[in-house]
T-cell receptor
Framework: NAGVMQNPRHLVRRRGQEARLRCSPM?????VYWYRQLPEEGLKFMVY????????ESGMPKERFSAEFPKEGPSILRIQQVVRGDSAAYFC?????????????FGSGTRLTVV | QQQVKQSPQSLIVQKGGISIINCAYE??????FPWYQQFPGKGPALLIA?????SEKKEGRFTISFNKSAKQFSLHIMDSQPGDSATYFC????????????FGAGTTVTVRA
């Protein structure tokens, strides 16, 4: 069981470029959650997806950020026209059923640095 | 707005000592309180969790104490070891149908040999 796989581990982008972060959930898991961790802060919920559906994107910034979890392939968190304030660690988690009662497993994260 | 307040930000303890991390919350709808351990370069991993119907839960050297009336809970690491050096996050979930966790800001624990 490879766990939740995120790539790349580190990503450097210049201001104005696009960042694409990928997350492959644990085998058999169909629920994916993205969290963002800013320096010196705890993780903040961004979005919850099931296959082909966005269930809750209440934590996503209204502009430049989008997420998808297609029928085939990994979940993608996309940040367009990155700014320095987007520099953070982005963590993906997955669960077998919705994470309410059983919690979920986090990946090792993608550290995004915007220069 | 931080829904879960965590302190201290960092602490240093000698090997064999006790590490204590405290968290406080305001939302009385929270009904599940997990603690996560995060090593550098890794994602958070669930360490131990408690529900508000119990006042204490122990797993090995890790104990959660929960005070419902004070809306506070704490993690105690007994006989701290250098391998316990990590960042610890408390978290809370609102309601049995909620999948979102509200995290504290984290405590970096350093255990000196």
């Amino acid at each position: 069981n490879a766990g939740v796989m995120q790539n790349p581990r580190h990503l450097v982008r210049r201001r104005g470029q696009e960042a694409r972060l990928r997350c492959s959930p644990m085998k058999g898991h169909s629920h994916v959650y993205w969290y963002r961790q800013l320096p010196e802060e705890g993780l903040k919920f961004m979005v919850y997806l099931q296959k082909e559906n966005i269930i809750d994107e209440s934590g996503m910034p209204k502009e430049r950020f989008s997420a998808e979890f297609p029928k085939e392939g990994p979940s993608i968190l996309r940040i367009q026209q990155v700014v320095r304030g987007d520099s953070a660690a982005y963590f993906c988690a997955s669960s077998l059923v919705d994470g309410a009662n059983y919690g979920y497993t986090f990946g090792s994260g993608t550290r995004l640095t915007v220069v | 707005q931080q829904q879960v307040k965590q302190s201290p930000q960092s602490l240093i303890v000698q090997k064999g000592g006790i590490s204590i991390i405290n968290c406080a919350y305001e939302n009385t709808a929270f009904d599940y309180f997990p603690w996560y351990q995060q090593f550098p370069g890794k994602g958070p991993a669930l360490l131990i969790a408690i529900r508000p119907d119990v006042s204490e839960k122990k797993e090995g050297r890790f104990t959660i104490s929960f005070n419902k009336s004070a809306k506070q809970f704490s993690l105690h690491i007994m006989d701290s070891q250098p391998g316990d050096s990590a960042t610890y996050f408390c978290a809370a979930r609102q309601g049995s149908n909620d999948y979102k966790l509200s995290f504290g800001a984290g405590t970096t624990v350093t255990v000196r040999a």
